[in-house]
Nanobody
Framework: QRQLVESGGGLVQPGGSLRLSCAAS????????IGWFRQAPGKGREWVSS????????HYANSVKGRFTISRDNAKNTVYLQMDSLKPEDTGVYYC?????????????????WGQGTQVTVSS
C-alpha cells in the first residue's frame, strides 16, 4: 500500500527553522512529483512548494520563496522541506502529496488519501 508519512513539525519562534520530512513506503518516490501544502486554522489548503519528476525542478509559492527549500533523497525515499526565517503566518498543518501525472499545485480530492500532516506553529 502506498503511503506518505510527514514528520518534523513543532513549535518554533519567529525567525527559526524547521525541516519537514515526507517518507514514502510502498512505491518509489523518485517516479512521482511531490508537493507540499499547508492549512492554517479556519482556512483552505494552500500550495507551498513542489518538486517535479524526473528532473527535480523546484517550484515555490511567492509567500515562501527564498525561505523554503524542497529536496529529494532517493536513497531514503524521502522528500524534505527546509523552512528558514519562519513567520507566524507559516503556522498550519503541512501535508505532502505524490502525483504520478502532474505537478501538485492545486489540491485534488485524490490527495486526501495521503498523510495526516504535521503541525507547524510559529509563535513567540
Amino acid at each position: 500500500q502506498r503511503q506518505l508519512v510527514e514528520s518534523g513539525g513543532g513549535l518554533v519562534q519567529p525567525g527559526g527553522s524547521l525541516r519537514l520530512s515526507c517518507a514514502a513506503s510502498g512505491f518509489t518516490m523518485r517516479n512521482y512529483a511531490i508537493g507540499w501544502f499547508r492549512q492554517a486554522p479556519g482556512k483552505g489548503r494552500e500550495w507551498v512548494s513542489s518538486l517535479s519528476s524526473p528532473n527535480d525542478n523546484t517550484h515555490y509559492a511567492n509567500s515562501v520563496k527564498g525561505r523554503f527549500t524542497i529536496s529529494r533523497d532517493n536513497a531514503k525515499n524521502t522528500v524534505y522541506l527546509q523552512m528558514d526565517s519562519l513567520k507566524p503566518e507559516d503556522t498550519g498543518v503541512y501535508y505532502c502529496v505524490a502525483d504520478r501525472i502532474e505537478l501538485p499545485i492545486y489540491w485534488k480530492t485524490e490527495y486526501d488519501r495521503w498523510g495526516q500532516g504535521t503541525q507547524v506553529t510559529v509563535s513567540s
